[in-house]
């Protein structure tokens, strides 16, 4: 008996010892965090694996024992099956095509960069076979190795991390300058040891300019490049000149601009400016987001200055129905965090889920204000979650073929803080809850509420609440011939408590009705919608351009004419339908444009209730399980 419990000890030693990673073998992994520094390389990593196992194993026969410790052995550690396996998602969740390849030395990485036409990495025969195609590539440069390097999550000289080569092909998608990646190990020259690992990537066409000229003397001209010179370095320029403001601080030009530059380690550093009429504002700030599942630290470190002039409700005169009044201040951010596996005791499943704890301080200065109630602060915010993330795969949502990574998994935040004002101090609560399922035959569903405000500290009054929720849900993918066509089905709801007198909501554009824009101001505390879309994927395509046909119909809850109920159902829904054509080239940094005829019964700006309108963007859009900063709940 003395025997037996000496053995299961120095089983147990063992384990905290040097089971850790053997676990991360067997189970479902995912890669470490990149910015690791870089260790000596130890030349017995396969013996290590090898005895590993071995232990791995012989702890398995030993919990199978009828014993009393080897009960108890069981009771402790589990070999089940991992569970992705058994719910027959595997390929569809990650890909372990090169699993026995794990923890051996990557001893090269050999890159390549196709252009943005006439390409396709899944078919190394296809090449540009027209002039549209060749001037295309004549005009654009390809991403250079060092960028994609920086995206990687393995290096040359290391171990083969489980997942790395699944995270470093998502997180290369991920990025604004390449369409899709693939990232494998070469078979053929991959030995016992060591292995060549090739990655495969394909370029968008990042350069895009425009020009509209509105009149004889006026017009805009736009510039920009999400790849400048290869790097990944981001820039934006819009110029607009002969414009005819009028009143205080007019300009007959506005210039919005930004550029944005990547480092290792996935840190960037950006900034932006913005001058036009009665106002001004700019910022700049260095940040590192919690990019994969195992990135241990994240934070960011910001400033951003404003010189408005704020439109205020004059005396109520023809002589003066409003006037303007300086609304100047600026703003310092900064915040960090940090991300802990949490222990898992399932030898056949890794854990996916993080503990995260983040901190944050925001500052703001007022110089000048309108409102009384805009008083200089200091914030200070402490979150603590709970995350799990992981990624499907699959074509046809947003783009039109090409391979599109699914978020899904579960979130769990609280936030609490503090903020020092001369008009009194505030506390601030706030939970979030969020949860999102994938099955290929089923669809995506995602769920998600929220809840936050401060309470002033000496009346315990709340203010600046805001009740949230949202609900995403798209179909399958149907077929039919060479068509295919998914539905999708979006609802949001956002609950104002004691907002101030310049906080509200609108339901045009993208908050609400797509393509509104109401007769006069439409504003309230609390608004609910309802947007449904069905899309049509067709093989029909010109220049580059994919097409499809979108059917909408909208639905908005507004409380506009009695904001302090807080339910909008009491008053007279907003909606709207239309249809519209969607030509979207996967190639390019402009990859959508949509023209849409809709229909709106009422507030419309229009007397017979229609309007064609165009947009460039994607109405819907995935929330991703990761932990950003702490912050306040949004209104807007």
Partial sequence: MIKCVLRLLLLLLWLGAGLAPAAAQTALPLPPDSTRPAGRIRPDSLRRRFDQERMLNGLKAY??????????????FSFRERREDQAGLDAALLDRQFEQHNYKIVRRIRITSLDAFGYSISDSLRV???????????????TRPSRVRQVLLLREGRELEPQALAESERLLRQTDEILDARVYVDERTATADSVDVVVITKDLFSLNGSFQLRDVGSGVAGLRDENFLGLGHQFSNRYAYGRTDTGPRAQTWAYRGSYRVP????????????????????????SRDFYSINTRWAGAVSYSFFDWLYTTAGDGSAEKPYEFQPLRYNTQDAWVGRAFQPRSYDLGYESPGRIIAAARVVRTSYHEKPFDFLQSANLMLGTVGYSIRRYYKDKYLFGFGRTEDIPTGSLVSFTTGYEFNPAGNRRYYGVRLSSATYR????????????????????????????????????RLY??????????????????????????????????????????????????????EATMYTPLSFLG????????????????????????????????????????????????????????????????????FENSRSYYGFSDFSFGQPGVTRFQ
Avoid: C
Avoid at 63 to 76: D, E, S, Y
Avoid at 493 to 505: D, M, V
């Fill in 63 to 76: 919990t199978r024992r009828k014993t009393i410790l080897g009960r108890a052995a069981a009771a402790v």
């Fill in 128 to 142: 540009p076979r027209n002039i549209l195609e060749k001037t295309g590539n004549a005009f654009h440069l390809k």
């Fill in 263 to 286: 480092f290792r380690n996935f840190v960037y550093a950006g900034a932006t400016y913005r001058d036009e009429t009665r106002r001004r504002e700019g910022s700049i700030g260095v």
């Fill in 440 to 475: 290929p035959q089923r669809g995506y569903l995602y769920l998600s509420g929220e809840f936050g405000g401060f309470v002033r500290s000496r009346s315990n009054d709340w203010q600046q609440g805001l009740l949230s929720g949202e609900i995403l849900y798209f179909t």
């Fill in 479 to 532: 077929s039919t011939g060479n068509f295919q066509w998914r539905h999708f089905l979006w609802q949001r709801s956002a609950l104002g408590l004691h907002r101030f007198a310049n906080e509200y909501l609108t339901i045009d554009g993208e908050r609400g009705l797509r393509g509104f824009r109401p007769t006069g101001p439409l504003t309230g505390t609390s608004r609910v919608t309802l947007n449904y």
């Fill in 545 to 612: 351009f994919r097409m499809a046909v979108v059917g909408f119909a909208d639905v908005a809850w507004l409380n506009a004419r009695k904001p302090e109920r807080l339910l909008p159902f009491f008053e007279k829904p907003y909606t709207g339908l239309g249809l519209g054509l969607r030509f979207r080239n996967e190639y390019t940094a402009i990859r959508t444009i949509q023209l849409t005829l809709g229909f709106y019964p009422r507030g419309l700006d229009s007397p017979n209730g229609l309007r064609i």
